[in-house]
């Protein structure tokens, strides 16, 4: 394990997946919140049209990636608030002709489809030390208002007009989400790779929601689990001389498949004494229960039944209805 | 300024407005003001523009024709959102993983700077106005686990941690029982005492009647009656002979069925 960590490009490669793993779920988060899943993967196919760019004009991808893949995303979310982008058809044009144009000029460049696939999937022996100094200052310029503006960007993503109801300048809040998510997709061509990218954007988010309660806790939540995947599979690549992409996001889904039993069980635990509502208003009707006499189950706390607190009194769920102990007898509520 | 200026005490003013949605008009020639402590009611049947009118008021849908002044600004220009407060009609949809603290403290932004913090006071803002609902002890809950009534009582709290002066309603009663609807005539005649302007679109009048001082009704678009609620019921076509309660809206009337 020790040894991982004395070669340079390894050392850079963790890095970049450690800053990767952070932002991508950080902007994911509002992005799975205005129920925006699949941009991430149309910025990646934009952001390799970036790539091609590169390669022929002979530049560092990185940087003109992440160019290509804003403005890809300005125009996206310009024609989404003028109401412009009927259908899907629009996003699919400029998606699909983000991925044709990239293939096309890294052939002309004579470079083959081929030269792509460590921009597709991640490849951990090419990042430089200027790679990750602009992921890290890219990176760093993505967190300060992905974490700052947090309140804004939540209220904006969640309830746009009442947001709007707050002073909040909704469309400037929502071209932000989008430039943020064009720049981290750019960013994760060395990591993840720009077809999986969108997969850490989601996944970790998913997972979290799976895990925690509230907005703010499933932000941290999906962090924590990116961190984790991005960092676990740039070190299992290297073992395993395999894409880190790949293998960051099958993390990423096993650790979401673990989290839905996960979430039923905390579920179960938190629901097992729910505690019903009297209702406001029972005026001198009184609630209608009926008198089972005999019974021959003696219930206490731990027999077996679930319990219900309900108003001072405990009710213990049996066959379908609720049993209060009453005096000498049990009243079915 | 306009050389017409607003007596004090306007909160809000719309004179002549219209509005087109999809070509069709939805609301035609809309004139009304509302002035501090002003409870008024928007009544009318379903497609009448009823939460156009709103959403208009509150430049959420822009307007054909005609002017909207909040507080003596043109709305397109206005600023001071922290005054005003917003009840959509209830649409949660995208909130349902957030905590219900965290949808209520939303209601503080107009108030908080970018990048800044909550402060003790936005925090204390929250905390009152999940009281004043009566949720106080469900803060931590998803809001997914709570009742449709809880849910609308959320959005209440939410517009009320913004201490506005006008409080906008989008049929804060429906599908709210009429114990809780009680409970939120409590809390809005609370808000009228202390000089709040309420504006608050509803199908019936319900629990909140004793409080409303005036209903606006509309009709396809138009203003079609407006004064005293009570009254409201008697200057409509009924069949002759007919007579309304003064608390009962007849929703008949004011979908055109009971016309003539």
């Known amino acids: ?333 | 300024m306009s050389l017409t200026a607003d007596p004090p005490g306007v909160t809000l003013s719309a004179t002549d407005v219209s509005v087109e949605l999809g070509g069709l008009p939805v609301l035609r020639g809309i004139t009304l003001s509302v002035r501090s402590g002003e409870a008024v009611a928007l009544l009318g049947g379903n497609g009448s523009g009823k939460s156009t009118l709103v959403r208009a008021l509150l430049g959420l849908v822009p307007i054909h024709r005609g002017s909207i002044e909040l507080f003596g600004q043109p709305v397109r220009t206005f600023r001071h959102w922290s005054a005003i407060g917003y009840v959509p009609q209830r649409s949660t949809a995208r909130l349902s993983g957030a905590k219900v603290k965290e949808v209520v403290a939303s209601g503080r932004l107009a108030q908080r700077p970018p990048f800044v913090p909550p402060r003790p006071a936005d925090r204390a803002a929250v905390a009152r106005a999940l009281k004043a609902v009566g949720l106080a002890d469900r803060a931590g809950d998803r809001l997914s686990v709570l009742s449709g009534g809880q849910q609308q009582r959320v959005l209440i709290a939410r517009a009320l941690a913004g201490e506005p002066e006008l409080l906008i309603l989008d049929e804060p009663t429906a599908g709210v029982d009429l114990a809780h609807q009680s409970a939120l005539a409590g809390i809005v005649s609370e808000l009228i005492r202390s000089g709040t302007a309420v504006v608050v679109v509803l199908h019936e009048a319900g629990a909140l009647a004793p409080l409303i001082q005036r209903a606006v009704a509309l009709r396809e678009g138009r203003v079609a009656y407006d004064g005293p609620l009570g009254a409201l019921g008697r200057t409509g076509h009924g069949p002759s002979g007919q007579v309304h309660h003064a608390d009962v809206l007849d929703p008949g009337w004011l979908d055109g069925a009971v016309e003539r």
């Open chain 1, 1 to 333: 394990m020790i040894e991982l960590f004395s070669y340079p490009f390894m050392q850079r490669a963790l890095l970049a997946a450690l800053l990767t793993g952070i932002i991508a779920p950080a902007i994911g988060t509002y992005i799975v919140q205005r129920r925006l899943s699949l941009l991430g993967d149309g910025l990646g196919h934009v952001a390799i049209a970036g790539v091609g760019l590169a390669l022929l004009t002979g530049r560092a991808p990185i940087p003109v990636a992440v160019i290509v893949c804003v403005l890809g995303a300005v125009v996206v979310e310009l024609l989404r608030q003028r109401g412009k982008a009927t259908g899907d058809v629009g996003l699919a044009i400029l998606f699909y002709g983000g991925l044709a144009a990239g293939v096309l000029m890294s052939g002309i460049a004579g470079q083959g489809a081929g030269a792509l696939s460590q921009y597709l999937f991640g490849s951990l022996t090419t990042v430089s030390t200027g790679d990750l100094m602009l992921v890290a200052a890219l990176g760093v310029l993505v967190l300060i208002p992905t974490i700052g503006l947090a309140p804004q960007l939540f209220a904006v993503s969640s309830d746009e007009e009442f947001a709007r109801t707050q002073g909040l300048r909704t469309g400037a809040y929502n071209l932000l989400i989008v430039i943020l998510a064009a720049i981290t997709v750019a960013l994760a061509m060395r990591t993840v790779g720009l077809l999986l990218v969108s997969a850490l954007m989601v996944v970790p988010v998913a997972a979290a929601q799976n895990l925690v309660r509230g907005f703010y806790a499933g932000l941290i939540a999906a962090i924590a689990v990116g961190v984790t995947v991005s960092v676990g599979g740039a070190v299992g690549s290297f073992y395993a001389d395999a894409a880190p992409g790949a293998l960051i996001v099958v993390l990423a889904i096993g650790v979401f498949a673990l989290s839905w039993p996960i979430s039923v069980l905390v579920g179960r635990r938190r629901n097992l004494a729910p505690v019903l509502p009297e209702p406001l208003d029972d005026g001198e009707l009184g609630t209608p229960h009926v008198v089972t006499e005999g019974h021959p189950h003696r219930h206490h706390p731990g027999c077996g039944h679930k319990v219900v607190q309900h108003g001072d009194h405990t009710d213990f769920l049996h066959e379908g209805h609720r049993h209060a102990a009453h005096a000498d007898h049990y009243d079915e509520h």
